[in-house]
């Protein structure tokens, strides 16, 4: 059975504070890795897909790395508007299933 | 407008009585979804569709059924609400895989529903 381990479970930072958020995974034939983020009451928002250990994806303050046991989400010089609970979730196999994790809540404060 | 919306974005239900929650799409995916995000469960999925003939059930489809209307619309229904159903209901979509490998998921705004 696939599973997903995120942590910290919360992290709160200062503005321009960076840091990291972890994504361990277990998976038989990992087909994509995929990092959302999610904002209170809303839908989670698509951020990116990783396909094999050594790619990395960049998006603004947001860079997302993979290996073969664990994804990182770094955010470099974090602004107030990144704080939101960032998902990680797995696909696996010929199981078209995503498992997602708990997500990792991330304050930023001014 | 937005790619994928849900109706309604909230309702209030008795136990005992059905619902259905609506999902439509613009993007032109093939592949729709159904999750429940319950607060230290995470997201867990319902059902999923990969074309207008093809549903099938997720890890938790018991006391749900869907229906694929069209390629754009996918509608999932309680037939006998429970109050342990009171979750946010969230539809998705995806493209199909290319060459390139698994397509990321697209989701709605989200439904929430309680179960009085």
């Known amino acids: 059975e696939d599973q997903v381990t995120q942590s910290p479970e919360a992290l709160r930072l200062q503005e321009g504070e960076s840091s990291s958020l972890n994504c361990s995974y277990t998976?038989?034939?990992?087909?994509?890795l995929f990092w959302y983020r999610q904002d209170p009451g809303k839908g989670p928002e698509f951020l990116f897909t990783l396909y094999s250990a050594g790619e990395e994806k960049e998006k603004e303050r947001l860079k997302a790395t993979l290996t073969k046991k664990e994804s990182f989400l770094h955010i470099t010089a974090p602004k107030p508007e990144d704080s939101a609970t960032y998902l990680c979730a797995v696909q696996g196999g010929s199981n078209y299933k995503l498992t997602f994790g708990k997500g990792t809540l991330l304050t930023v404060n001014p | 407008d937005a790619d994928v919306t849900q109706t309604p974005r909230n309702r209030i239900t008795k136990t005992g009585k059905r619902i259905m929650l609506e999902c439509s799409q613009t993007k032109g995916h093939d592949r729709m979804y159904w999750y429940r995000q319950d607060p230290g469960l995470g997201l867990r999925l319902i059902y999923y569709?990969?074309?207008?003939?093809?549903?099938n059930k997720g890890e938790i489809s018991d006391g749900y059924s869907v229906s694929r209307q069209a390629q754009a619309k996918f509608s999932l229904s309680l037939e006998s609400a429970i109050p342990n159903q009171t979750a946010l209901y969230f539809c998705a979509t995806s493209d199909s895989e290319s060459v390139g490998g698994v397509r990321g998921q697209y989701f709605g705004p989200g439904t929430r529903l309680t179960v009085t």
């Open positions: 569709s990969f074309d207008v003939k093809d549903i």
């Open positions: 998976v038989s034939g990992l087909r994509g």
